[in-house]
């Protein structure tokens, strides 16, 4: 199964704040979904709880907890990442947060990234360091938008 990691950082790796994305970029929200749309996606229960309107329409959502109990409406769970890996049968895309990014990049065959040129000084949840030798850039595409960010596609060679 493929697994790709998609995620929107800023200079510092920073990708949220106080449950919240950075930015909102359109352009980067309509690439996230053309990518993601009738795959998998698979999230931290935070990241989860973090969508304005619950459950992504036309993917199958999963949430990893370690809570047996949780209930995610329109959402499956599972106990861990590789947990909810085995269970998908279309490409996956682990969509964060912080500690899901942190445990997938090493399972993670691809790396859709949207780097955003701005650095905020208030982030709380960070990426992981991204080892840039184990990667070849695929793709880079600089859409025009404000603040400024390049679509960044990395695939693991190693
Ligand atoms: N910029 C981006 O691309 C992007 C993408 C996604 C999210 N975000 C931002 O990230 C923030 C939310 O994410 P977050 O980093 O706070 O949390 P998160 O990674 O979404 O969720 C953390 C939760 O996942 C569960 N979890 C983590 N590791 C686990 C494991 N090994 N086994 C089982 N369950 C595990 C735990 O849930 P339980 O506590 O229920 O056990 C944990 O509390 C928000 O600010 C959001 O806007 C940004």
């Known amino acids: 199964m493929q697994v790709s990691i998609i995620a ?17 970029i359109s ?4 690439r996230f979904k053309a990518l ?7 999230m931290g229960r935070r990241t ?7 459950a992504l329409p ?6 990893v907890t370690r809570q047996t ?7 499956e769970t599972a106990g861990n ?31 859709e990234l949207t780097v955003i040129d701005a650095a905020a000084d208030d ?6 360091a991204i080892d840039l030798d184990s990667y070849r850039v695929e793709r880079i595409e600089r859409p025009d938008t404000e603040p400024q960010c390049s679509f960044v596609t990395l695939v693991r060679i190693k």
Request: charged share 20%.
């Open 8 to 24: 929107a950082i800023d200079r510092r790796g920073g990708i949220g704040r106080h449950g919240d994305l950075l930015y909102h």
């Open 48 to 54: 989860f709880e973090s969508l304005p309107k619950g």
């Open 81 to 111: 990442i590789r947990e909810a890996i085995a269970m998908a049968a279309t490409p996956v895309f682990i969509i964060g947060g912080g500690p899901i990014y942190a445990q997938a990049i090493g399972l993670a065959d691809r790396l």
């Open 123 to 128: 982030a709380d949840t960070f990426f992981p």
């Open 58 to 63: 036309g993917r199958r959502n999963i949430v």
């Open 27 to 30: 352009a980067d929200l309509r």
């Open 36 to 42: 993601t749309m009738g795959n998998t996606i698979v």
């Open 69 to 75: 109990d949780y209930k995610a409406e329109g959402a």
